[in-house]
Each structure stands twice: as structure tokens, then as C-alpha cells.
């Protein structure tokens, strides 16, 4: 993979007690993003977007 498309981690946000995020999403408005845990049961956590100091992006910019 070339350096322009690699990944790279800006910032991360602790989830108490939340463990072994599996999945992701964002609602159409851009206003939440939902987690899901792979855990038993699952989990599913709503965090407001405006609890990110960046905005969250809905698709990736190459």
C-alpha cells in the first residue's frame, strides 16, 4: 500500500467498560456515530457527534 493510502490514526476516544468494538456507523445527518460490540450480549453505543473534536467524515477522501 503507497504512504497516500495508508491509514493513519488521529485521534481515539475511550469507551468505559465497552470492549471489542466490532462495527461502525454514521446516522445520514452526520449527528451520531453508533458502535457495535462483538460481545455477549452485544452492545450497541450512540455517541453524539459533537463529542469529537473533529468533525467525523462519511467517506474517505484519497
Do not use: W, Y
Not at 493510502?5 to 453508533?34: K, M, R, T, W, Y
Amino acid at each position: 500500500m503507497s504512504a497516500a493510502l495508508a491509514f493513519e490514526q488521529i485521534d481515539g476516544l475511550h469507551l468505559a467498560n465497552e470492549n471489542d468494538i466490532f462495527a461502525s456507523v454514521i446516522d445520514p445527518a452526520g449527528e451520531f456515530a453508533c458502535f457495535g460490540t462483538k460481545t455477549t450480549p452485544g452492545r450497541v453505543v450512540k455517541i453524539a457527534r459533537l463529542a469529537f473534536p473533529r468533525p467525523l467524515r462519511k467517506s474517505l477522501k484519497f
